[in-house]
């Protein structure tokens, strides 16, 4: 049964009536910044997609978003910007903040956003090659690595113009690494980072909420005739007995491509104060030069070290200048957060050009991340107990116009593409410097609509045309339909009284693929996600249901008979309401009570007994916000509880 607390939360939502909703603009920054990864079936172990989704975890979303955990982005968007980055705004930061500090009302549950349709399978428009892993089960307790070599039996070389991973476990799978290797040489199946074989070519990285990476047009990666696919699969902690099959798609093309390269340019041989070895309980910074020999064309930059690894940080110098060409910047390196950094403008380098980085190491216990404790004196290899320091970068070698080069031409959906009335979906483009736009619906121009992003609201096909320089390219279509709400009304019970002790079941209306959400008091039931709900308390009932849109039923109130303990507990005075520093609780009679105090997500904060008829209790400690005292009976059990502000 959901606690009584929540209850009393969900009156004071709905007090606050000019307080940012969930319906009117909070649950589309959720879709926007959360759902690619918190949706059912989708690789992060929760949903975010609904507003009953997002109660029970208020409080961790709250911290994860304040402390800019979520979303997970490890480099730092202010030293350089890249394309497709998962950066919460600050002011969608501050308005999911401020909602939740005032008390996360749910607003008109009619105007709730759709819930995206997430693609599952391939996103690649039209797939060339598909390799799938033999079924593997993970064999370890702790982080395992394993290489699968993979046929690719192509009669001729072809450029992969288009790569993606799809992870046959997402439980399990926390990264995958795809080289592309020509030779004969033996592979190592359980190394890490590289795959034993020195010819091994890296083509792509996948990470969890990574999208596929599509090559700009008119270039790919090189797939001789015959090349095996390494596909390096990392397997989480705590994956020991799942199994999983992962799969890579490419798409194809054969002609005149130009071929990208990946490689680490920065590696171990151009260490300049190396050898790289940590000593136990040492901070240890070093750094890497490396002086190109020819014109080059970055398209994107991909750090690699472990978990030692602290920081890590990138640039170039150009010659005779020595102007300084930002890469990337990662100050706290995560190991779980790896990912290719996609350069919204192609980086030109000439000629002489220095490429350098500065790396941190902390072999500490300073480090959470360290694998031993004690520490122990950590050196360059591939285990995860050793160390490494990679960047490494794909690129073109420069030809004339490269500054022009179009990065992406896709449309990024930042929602659900399935409206209802009234509705909308941002729709995002490549954003960089020179980019000019022009959006159309079914063909035709949108006037006016000449920025990287369009907000749709209306049915049809969107396309963008993407300028920049002499080159321009339109992109592939993406579709918006627009729903209508199901019918839905709950079947008149035969009587509305419960019984002490007995329930009343409710019945909502039926359809095909339905979804269900029943609600008692305006509060949703935690778990009540079924066409009939078995209510066993007083209150008011609706339930939504949502098919293309959402659609609310009327209400049904339900009586029930109170026990004697529910009665008396009316007879409560709390003081003084906002609080300080300490609060006091005043009882009509002397029963025996334990009690605890709460948050709005349930946490306990503090407990204890109370037998006297005025308490005072302790409140010093507690941030500003809304809580709850719990109380319960000791002899019937019967409990209730009874909100208050901090201020």
């Known amino acids: 049964m959901k606690p009584f607390y929540l209850f009393l939360f969900a009156i004071s939502c709905l007090s606050n009536l000019n307080a940012q909703t969930w319906s009117s603009g909070v649950g589309q920054l959720f879709q926007q910044n959360c759902v690619q990864c918190h949706h059912t079936g989708g690789i992060a172990p929760f949903s975010l997609e609904t507003y009953a989704d ?28 890249f394309a497709h980055q998962r950066v919460m705004s600050t002011n969608d930061k501050n308005s999911i903040l401020d909602w939740i500090n005032n008390g996360a009302p749910e607003g008109n549950v009619q105007q709730a956003p759709s819930i995206p349709l997430f693609q599952m399978g391939t996103q690649l428009n039209g797939v060339d090659l598909t390799l799938t892993i033999p079924q593997h089960t993970v064999g370890s307790p702790t982080d395992e690595y394993i290489n699968f070599e993979l046929a690719s039996n192509l009669p001729q070389a072809m450029y992969a113009n288009a790569v993606e991973v799809l992870p046959g476990n997402l439980e399990a799978v926390h990264h995958v690494l795809i080289f592309q290797d020509s030779t004969n040489n033996p592979i190592d199946p359980t190394s890490m980072g590289g795959t034993g074989s020195p010819a091994s070519k890296l083509i792509y990285a996948y990470t969890p909420g990574a999208q596929p990476y599509f090559a700009p047009p008119g270039t790919g990666f090189r797939l001789p005739a015959n090349t095996r696919i390494i596909m390096q699969v990392h397997y989480a902690h705590g994956s020991m007995g799942q199994t999983d099959q992962t799969t890579v798609n490419f798409k194809l093309t054969s002609g005149s491509t130009r ?163 009234g509705q909308s979906v941002l729709l995002e483009a490549i954003a960089g410097i020179g980019y000019t736009y022009q959006w159309y619906l079914d063909g035709n121009a949108i006037p006016g609509a000449i ?101 609310v039923s009327d209400t049904v109130i339900l009586t029930a008979e109170a026990s004697l303990f529910e009665m008396a507990t009316q ?68 409990s209730v509880a009874i909100k208050f502000i901090k201020n």
Not at 64 to 80: C, G, I, L, Q
Not at 344 to 365: C, K, Q
Not at 480 to 488: E, F, I, L, N, R
Not at 572 to 595: C, E, G, H, M
Request: proline share 7%; hydrophobic share 35%; with cysteine.
């Open 259 to 421: 071929e990208i390269f990946v490689e680490p340019v920065l590696n171990h041989n151009n260490i300049t104060n190396g050898p790289l070895f940590i000593p136990a309980n040492q901070v240890e910074i070093f750094n890497q030069q490396y002086t190109i020999q020819g014109n080059a064309t970055l398209l994107y930059v991909f750090p690699h070290m472990h978990l030692i690894g602290s920081s890590i940080k990138s640039w170039a110098n150009l010659p005779v200048t020595n102007d300084t060409v930002r890469l990337v910047d990662i100050p706290e390196w995560d190991f779980h957060w790896q990912d290719n950094f996609i350069f919204p403008n192609a980086v030109v380098l000439p000629f002489g050009s220095t490429i350098r980085s500065e790396a941190v190491y902390d072999n500490t216990t300073n480090n959470p991340e360290n694998p031993s404790n004690p520490p122990q004196d950590v050196s360059v290899g591939e285990g995860t107990q050793d160390e490494m320091m990679y960047v490494f970068f794909a690129y073109l070698p420069y030809q004339s116009g490269d500054e022009y080069i179009i990065v992406d031409d896709r449309i990024s959906m930042k929602g659900a593409t399935n409206l209802c009335f």
């Open 54 to 81: 997002v109660l029970p975890y208020l409080s961790a979303v709250e911290s994860s978003v304040a402390s800019d955990e979520m979303p997970p982005w490890t480099p730092d968007p202010n030293y350089k910007s």
């Open 571 to 638: 007879n409560f005075v709390l003081y003084p309401n906002p609080a300080d520093d300490k609060i006091t609780l005043i009882q009509n009679q002397s029963n025996q009570l334990d009690y605890q105090i709460l948050d709005i997500a349930g946490n306990t904060f503090s407990k204890g007994v109370i037998s006297i008829s005025s308490s005072e209790l302790d409140v010093t400690e507690l941030s500003s916000g809304v809580y709850f005292i719990e109380i319960q009976n000791r002899n019937s059990g019967e």
């Open 451 to 551: 920025n990287s992003s369009y907000t749709a609201s209306a049915a049809g096909d969107y396309t963008v045309q993407i300028g920049l320089g002499p080159n321009s390219i339109l992109s592939e279509p993406v579709t918006v339909t627009m729903g209508s709400a199901p019918s839905t009304s709950i079947v008149t019970p035969t009587s509305t009284h419960i019984s002490l002790g007995s329930s009343i079941i409710l019945e909502a209306t039926t359809g095909t693929n339905y979804l269900y959400q029943w609600y008692q008091d305006g509060t949703p039931i935690q778990g009540a996600n079924d066409s009939t709900y078995e209510a066993t308390a007083n209150g008011s009932y609706f339930v939504t249901v949502y098919d293309d849109c959402f659609a």
